[in-house]
């Protein structure tokens, strides 16, 4: 019942489960995550999700375990982005370490940066769509499937045709760059 109304947009129904769920969940997303503070950034990110797509709510049949699968899948992103941030932050040091970048290097890098950016302009604009779904906002392929109204095969296969084009892109200036490397 709750439930239903808040998919008709009801904003005390949201708060209802806001305070119900907030409570039962935050212990499940502190072992998920490790971190008291992780679990709250999660909690508000799986919030949002249910505002935003509360229209769906009305199909759920379980809403309780479809809330626990949005935090789980949720904390499996913020872990995956704490990686990737935790790897960078670890090679950014030790650029500095090494030394400021030569000109040449830093020309190299936006120019393949450049050409990065032009070949995802080049995608197709649904192929575009699913690849910065999957690499700027760390989308797993069941979600980006779930928010586009896909199937998991068609999400799959757009994202091999995006790498694959983006690496023949890629591919045209690389043999360049590896001269440029062994001529140093």
Known sequence: MLFRRLAEGDEDAYREIFHHYNKLLQPFAVKLTRSPLAAEEVLQEVFLKIWAHRHKLAEVDDPKAYIIRIVSNESINYMQASVKYRHLSIEIPQTLVDGAPSPEQSFSYRETEARLQQAIEQLP??????????????????E?????????STVKNQLVKALKSIRLHIGNILPTLVLWILSK
Request: proline share 4%.
């Open 144 to 152: 980006i499937a779930s928010e586009l109204n896909l199937s998991h």
């Open 125 to 142: 604009m649904a192929c575009r769509q699913i690849y910065r779904m999957s690499r700027e906002q760390y989308k797993r392929i069941p």
